[in-house]
């Protein structure tokens, strides 16, 4: 263990770190410490004291960096903070379109298409009324599409409730369809 200097060992050590951190001279120091109390430290050992132990301008310099540094995190934290309020705001406000969406998408499911148009009278277009039926199951079909693109889903389920019977169309293209999956069973079989 290192042997304490003279001025560590002094019993006016507190009085003397006092003087020596408000600003006074060293040499002033000691002559005061002689005066006032009789005590012999020299201005060069309170010097090597100052230098080594009471350095004030490089615990200035570092509580200045620790500041610096505390600024910066502090700054770094309130733009993070300030990333997630806006990351937030954008989920909020796109999870509200998407609710919109739905609603329009749940109202428009509710709209039946009557493929049994009864004659104009007159007075009353029906032809008008399915056009509009119509309109609505298409701009459904266009929120679901929406809704989709929003969420990044890749694969776009509908469920289109068709009571009609089968076309000839719709069952050559069922038959078609059977066809080319029999095809890829076989090339399957064969590899």
Same mark, same amino acid.
């Given at each position: ?45 309170? *010097?090597? $004291? @100052?230098?080594?132990? &009471?350095?004030? +301008? ?8 620790? !500041?610096? =540094? ?54 009353? *277009?029906? $032809? @008008?009324?399915?056009? &509009?039926?119509? +309109? ?8 679901? !599409?929406? =809704? ?44």
């Amino acid at each position: 263990m290192a042997r304490k200097s003279k001025v560590e060992t002094s019993p006016h050590f507190n009085e003397i770190v006092d003087l020596l951190v408000a600003g006074y001279s060293t040499r002033h120091v000691s002559d005061y410490l002689s005066n006032e109390y009789g005590e012999k430290i020299s201005h060069a050992a309170l *010097n090597n $004291y @100052k230098k080594s132990k &009471l350095n004030v +301008k490089a615990a200035v310099r570092k509580k200045v960096i620790e !500041k610096q =540094k505390e600024k910066t995190i502090e700054k770094q934290a309130n733009k993070q903070i300030s990333a997630t309020e806006s990351f937030d705001a954008a989920v909020d406000f796109r999870f509200n379109d998407i609710k919109k969406l739905d609603d329009l998408i749940s109202q428009a499911e509710s709209v039946k298409i009557d493929l049994d148009i009864p004659e104009y009278d007159g007075k009353y *277009n029906p $032809y @008008k009324e399915q056009e &509009l039926r119509i +309109k609505m199951k298409k701009l459904a079909l266009d929120a679901m !599409k929406l =809704k989709y693109d929003l969420i990044d889903e890749d694969e776009l389920n509908v469920n289109i409730q068709d009571e009609r019977p089968l076309t000839s169309w719709d069952s050559i293209e069922q038959s078609r369809q059977k066809y080319l999956k029999e095809k890829e069973k076989e090339k399957a079989k064969a590899k």
